[in-house]
Nanobody, 127 residues
Framework: QVQLLESGGGLVQAGGSLRLSCAAF????????MAWSRQAPGKEREWVAA????????YHADSVKGRFTISGDNVKNTVKLQMNSLKPEDPAGYYC????????????????????WGQGTQVTVSS
């Protein structure tokens, strides 16, 4: 059974930082891109960042570029999201995803292209 387990969410003041981690179990994702998406109440799931299957390339949504950094270790089956300068518009459930085994950048930037998802970790930002 494949599981993606996220950790690191919590409450932080605006301008603060959090580091999310995701560990995958049940299969190797060495040939898969890994990503983070987020979903706030009443809103659609939004793709946030992705790292290519060899870990060599990283992509970030414009809304988080310059503040968030994704990093992946496909050998260890882990992916992290360093979030700095958190804003009041960042609170959401943050979800780890894996399973897109292609190389198309447009696909890596699309949440529905990933086959496996974690249960999410909540991020709250106080102003």
């Amino acid at each position: 059974q494949v599981q993606l387990l996220e950790s690191g969410g919590g409450l932080v003041q605006a301008g603060g930082s959090l580091r999310l981690s995701c560990a995958a179990f049940g299969r190797t994702f060495s040939s898969s891109a890994m990503a983070w998406s987020r979903q706030a109440p009443g809103k659609e799931r939004e793709w946030v960042a992705a790292v290519s299957r060899n870990g060599g390339s990283a992509y970030h949504a414009d809304s988080v570029k310059g503040r968030f950094t994704i990093s992946g270790d496909n050998v260890k089956n882990t992916v992290k999201l360093q979030m700095n300068s958190l804003k009041p518009e960042d609170p959401a459930g943050y979800y780890c995803a894996a399973g897109y085994e292609g190389t198309l950048v447009a696909a890596m930037r699309t949440a529905r292209r990933y086959n496996y998802w974690g249960q999410g970790t909540q991020v709250t930002v106080s102003s």
